[in-house]
């Protein structure tokens, strides 16, 4: 025995504990914010409430049922929800678009270089590219300026849309949801909302999936699959997660955000043997380095760095008083960072022109002077060292190991060993598929998403977790829905104890955790890849699969873009969190029923967290069921 997983009640007074250090120091929190923040306005919640244009706002009563234009609830709704697509599109995207940037950059002699050769040759012969006696790097240059192209090209359709099997073509080829140039899909979106263009919920909901998959199967799977060429496809690597994981008695770097190309600079020069003598120098015993968010989830997976915690736990890292620095690039950064980094002697280090902010050190940082910029940060937050302030410092002693790193690549080098058929099923899902036919395994669920706090944060991921495993849903996971189940314990191997006879077998078999982490918030188009050799080998229909989604506790514009894209590649998709499109039945029920024409699969919305997960064991189980299972 002796294995246990972390509660939510002791996460709860770890954080109890530095908020009174918070209290000591004057600091704000986001506990405190949320107060101030509550009850939410009604209109917005709904999604009734219009600003596009100055004769507005205007808002949707029983009293006043249209805008000044005439736009109807529907109408404001539908194109609320299109914006609020378009903006996480935009998001991973461009970050997508970043590393294609970086890929650019790669050279033998330079910070970038090629780890996974072999995947970009893959690659060039999905796209058609000639590899050979192609010089590695010439190609890769030649892949990032295709990759480009794919955000800008006047004709044609995503590239990455031959990945997906031949039904699912052609229901995106039949509902027009096919995505074009990937900026095209966020202009088109912003065009079609303008004042006096689409109020009619049908169009703005087809183009809000169209948006979401520019993303998952555009965007999204750029960074994604350029990252792994540049910085190695993820295999199984043991780390820890939770704040335990930060050092006393060391330099502590905490790296948060999303861009693999800052965060895997910081850590070679964390590892520099001149910066580890500056530390040293200095009175500590060595420099530390842990994450934040979805940049942890990256180096995490690469490289096996502890991770500090997701997304409503950024503000205890500063709190434990022995954060040298905390290193952003983009997205979900609270800008609290600024004024509570304030209260210690912690620096706040920006280094993205995306992303900048108040009380912050900027450090511009850019593929082209990586290096530079990259040692220039690790020594501030060295130096940083002699400015703790000892009475303030409180790290919980709480973490839990976990085994992290599952691409699809090791899923299916790791699922090889489960069945006995070895010889012809190498190299395919197909053992995965075995166990999920022979009922040892029911189904899979894709859990992924932020937290929020109109949930009592982790409860609803870790909670779902636990039911689903007990009853044998193996789990596939992203983002900081995969924090919490690290922080929790989920991701030791010895978690296979706590689930069902079949579930557990697989886990001793295949010597792998029941939850499976498989990467950052942009890596959920790994799960699309997934999902379409889960088809292609089983000869099913994606929709057909005993394989759902989820999100419990998503908060950002990213999490409903990535719902679309997943909706739209045929995977039912399970919210926790309501969409502010309430405000409107015609909108609701297209995204949890009229969709289904389209694409074989639509949302359900459900905040009671029980029922969550017994409609996605239904759902599974009904899908069983059609397949005679
Ligand atoms: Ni990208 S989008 S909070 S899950 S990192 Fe976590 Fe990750 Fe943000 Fe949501
Ligand atoms: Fe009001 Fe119409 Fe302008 Fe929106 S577009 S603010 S509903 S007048």
Request: hydrophobic share 40%; proline share 4%.
């Amino acid at each position: 025995m002796g294995f246990k997983l972390t509660t939510i009640e002791e996460f709860e007074s770890a954080t109890d504990r530095l908020l009174e250090t918070g209290k000591k120091v004057g600091a704000d929190s986001w506990q405190m914010r949320v107060k101030n923040q509550t009850p939410h306005c009604k209109f917005g919640e709904q999604g009734i409430c219009c600003r596009i244009c100055s004769m507005g706002p205007c808002r949707i009563t029983p009293k006043a049922p249209r805008g000044i234009c005439g736009c109807d609830a529907h109408g404001i709704v539908g194109r609320n929800f299109l914006r609020f697509t378009a903006g996480g599109a935009a998001t991973h995207s461009d970050h997508g678009r970043e590393i294609c940037h970086t890929l650019h950059c790669a050279s033998r002699d330079g910070s970038y270089h090629v780890k996974d050769a072999e995947k970009l040759i893959r690659i060039a012969g999905e796209w058609g590219v000639e590899t050979e006696g192609k010089d590695i790097y010439d190609l890769a240059h030649e892949m990032s300026e295709l990759a480009l192209m794919e955000y800008g090209k006047p004709f044609g359709i995503s590239r990455w849309l031959s990945r997906a099997p031949e039904h699912t073509r052609e229901l995106w080829k039949k509902a027009e949801i096919e995505p074009r140039a990937i900026d095209r899909e966020v202009s088109c979106a912003m065009h079609m909302t303008h004042m006096g263009c689409s109020s009619l919920p049908e169009a703005l909901v087809r183009q809000a999936l169209r948006a979401g998959m520019a993303d998952g199967w555009g965007g999204s799977m750029c960074g994604t699959e350029f990252s792994d060429v540049m910085f190695g496809t993820p295999m199984p690597v043991d780390t820890e997660a939770n704040l335990g994981v930060m050092k006393e008695d060391e330099v502590n770097i905490i790296v948060h955000g999303h861009d693999p190309s800052l965060s895997e600079m910081i850590c070679e020069y964390a590892g520099d043997p001149e910066m580890i003598a500056l530390a040293k120098s200095l009175g500590a015993k060595g420099i530390n380095v842990a994450g934040v968010c979805c940049t942890s989830n990256e180096v995490a997976m690469r490289r096996g760095v502890p991770m500090a915690g997701n997304f409503l736990q950024q503000e205890n890292v500063v709190l434990t008083g022995a954060c040298e620095a905390i290193v952003v690039d983009v997205q979900c950064i609270f800008p609290a960072l600024g004024p509570l980094s304030k209260c210690f002697h912690t620096k706040f280090i920006t280094t993205s022109p995306i992303a900048q902010m108040p009380d912050s050190d900027f450090i511009r940082f850019s593929a082209e002077s990586a290096a530079e910029n990259a040692k220039k940060i690790v020594r501030t937050a060295v130096e940083n060292y002699v400015n703790r302030k000892s009475d303030l410092v409180h790290i919980p002693q709480m973490k839990q190991k976990a085994t992290v790193g599952y691409s699809v690549e090791a899923i299916v080098k790791t699922l090889d060993g489960v069945t006995n058929s070895q010889v012809d099923v190498l190299g395919t899902t197909k053992p995965l598929i075995e166990c999920i036919t022979s009922g040892v395994i029911r189904g899979a669920v894709a859990m992924v998403g932020c937290n929020n706090p109109r949930v009592r944060p982790d409860s609803a991921h870790v909670g779902l977790m636990k039911k689903l495993i007990q009853n044998d849903i193996i789990l596939v996971l992203s983002g900081c829905s995969a924090q919490a189940a690290a922080k929790a314990g989920l991701m030791d191997k010895q978690a296979k104890d706590l689930c069902g006879a079949g579930l557990k077998r697989v886990c001793e078999l295949a010597d792998i955790p029941p939850v499976l982490h498989m990467g950052s918030c942009v890596d959920i188009s790994r799960m699309m890849v997934l999902a379409s050799e889960l088809a292609k080998d089983s000869g099913l229909n994606i929709s057909q699969l005993p394989l759902v989604g989820c999100a419990p506790e998503w908060m950002s514009e990213k999490a409903v873009s990535i719902g679309n894209y997943v909706v739209a590649t045929g995977i039912d998709t399970f919210l926790g969190v309501a969409p502010q499109v309430t405000g409107s039945s015609e909108v609701t029920g297209l995204l949890t029923e009229g969709i289904r024409d389209w694409v074989e699969a639509a949302y359900t919305v459900e905040t009671d967290i029980d029922k969550l997960c017994d409609a996605m064991i239904t759902r599974i189980e009904e899908k069983r069921a059609a397949l005679g299972i």
